[in-house]
């Protein structure tokens, strides 16, 4: 990316997360797996009513 010069006053800054490689897995396949690290996405609702 070339920077160019321009009149705005706007401050731009960037920034760089450090990412890993990943898979998804359900419920049921994960169950008597052993891992190092896992991370869970439960912004949606994961069982049913009832369950």
């Known amino acids: 990316m070339s920077l160019t010069h ?3 006053t706007y ?3 960037q920034m760089q997360f450090p990412i890993k490689l990943c898979f998804p897995m359900t419920i ?3 169950q008597g797996q052993s891992v190092q690290a896992v991370g ?4 949606e609702q994961v069982f049913s009513h009832a369950q």
């Open 28 to 30: 049921n396949k994960a």
């Open 40 to 43: 869970l996405n439960l912004t």
């Open 6 to 8: 321009s009149n705005t």
């Open 11 to 13: 401050k731009f800054k």
